[in-house]
């Protein structure tokens, strides 16, 4: 794809962090958005924002959870644009943290089914019509999160190792079959979003809430992590330059490259895992 004018590009989580950042950065190259969210509010002034940078845009709440409103955003992207183009599927929540075996059932089921059933639900509903027209790219958020496996944080961790996986298992099948459809697996690191924040305002004991005093010490510390982390816009940037230039990895910064390099080597020697992070001893 040599440029995204007159492109249509669906963002879903677009009200907020890296999501609005894409459709910041989208709308300056030019592309037509369909940008969804769950907060009805942020996703107003998101569109609100966008179409006074002179896009032209839809906004519709979606929670990416459910199948049948993910089919129903790609239906009114049709209904209004009549093709899609560019799919950001990049809708996300923090989710529970915690002991693993501590969380509940709905934790883990809340968690999983926004940040990796909202993929996969994504995938089934959107790429069938990008192979049909075969001028596409998928862009799926995941994580560091998903090439480490960081305790005390099961939930999102399985999730994101999750959409790696599909990230990468859809790049392999676009390729043997010759497709011209380009994938994007986005791996943030830290980031300045709203992520942490968002879970330490969920009720106590409701699913996806910090389990216990551990659980709240860590939060804290994420929340610390992600004060101090990456402008989203330039997050934005990096998306939009790596949808053109068909690039399928795309980490936000080489900070988790140690740790991460460090996992595949004890997997290869088949060593005891040991977890590292930046910064982390």
């Not at 009200?15 to 300056?28: C, E, K, N, T, W």
């Not at 099948?173 to 830290?190: F, I």
């Amino acid at each position: 794809m040599e440029t995204l004018k007159d492109k249509t590009a669906v963002v879903t989580g677009a009200a907020s962090g890296i999501g609005l950042a894409m459709v910041r950065r989208f709308a300056r190259a030019g592309a037509k958005l369909v940008i969804s969210d769950i907060d009805d509010t942020k996703l107003k002034r998101a569109l609100d924002e966008v179409t006074g940078l002179g896009a032209s845009a839809m906004a519709m709440t979606v929670d990416v959870a459910d199948e049948s409103q993910n089919r129903a955003l790609f239906e009114s992207a049709i209904e209004k644009f009549g093709q899609v183009n560019v799919v950001c599927l990049n809708a996300g929540v923090q989710g529970s943290i915690g002991r693993s075996w501590s969380l509940s059932k709905d934790d883990y089921e809340w968690a999983l089914g926004i940040v990796l059933g909202g993929v996969i639900h994504g995938v089934r509903t959107f790429v069938p019509h990008l192979v049909d027209h075969g001028d596409g790219h998928v862009v799926i958020t995941a994580s560091v999160s998903g090439h480490v496996s960081s305790p005390f944080n099961a939930p999102y961790t399985i999730a994101k190792h999750g959409a790696v996986t599909l990230a990468e298992t859809l790049f392999h099948e676009l390729q043997m079959e010759r497709s011209t459809v380009g994938v994007t697996c986005l791996c943030p690191g830290s980031v300045k979003t709203n992520i942490a924040n968002a879970a330490a305002a969920l009720p106590p004991g409701s699913a996806g809430s910090t389990k216990g005093k551990l659980g709240n010490q860590i939060l804290e510390m994420s929340q610390q992590v992600v004060e101090d982390g990456l402008d989203p816009a330039v997050v934005g940037e990096q998306v939009h330059d790596a949808i053109l230039d068909g690039r399928f990895w795309l980490f936000t910064d080489e900070s988790w490259d140690g740790p991460i390099a460090a996992r595949a080597t004890e997997i290869a020697g088949r060593a005891q895992p040991r977890f590292r992070a930046p910064n982390f001893e």
